[in-house]
């Protein structure tokens, strides 16, 4: 809505980082890691590890905290879920991961 107002108005509309742009990469695999970390496989074939912890404080996703539920972490529809209720946005979690390298 800002970039439609900005370009109605005839001003310079706001751009978008294209290395910020995702393509849409899904969850292939997930793994729990100690201290509130998923290591995770996307369809790019890019490995991350996402750290929970700094999301542990909002009510959806407190129920992490107890540690033997958060390594149920499973992957479902290309995401991360444990339940129902609580899952990730596949581009949050590939945005805010950490790139591992990977040896074959």
Known sequence: MANWSLAANG???F???PFKITMNQRV??????????????????DTKM???RP????????????E?????AKVFNGTVVWNEEIDFDPDTLYLEGVSLLVTK
């Not at 033997?68 to 149920?72: E, R, Y």
């Open 11 to 13: 001003n310079r509309i």
């Open 15 to 17: 751009t978008i980082d």
């Open 68 to 72: 033997s539920f958060c390594s149920k």
């Open 50 to 52: 996402f750290d929970l």
């Open 55 to 66: 999301y542990l404080d909002y009510p959806i996703y407190q129920s992490l905290k107890d």
């Open 28 to 45: 292939l695999k997930v793994s729990y890691q100690p201290d509130y970390k998923l290591r995770i496989i996307f369809s790019d074939g």
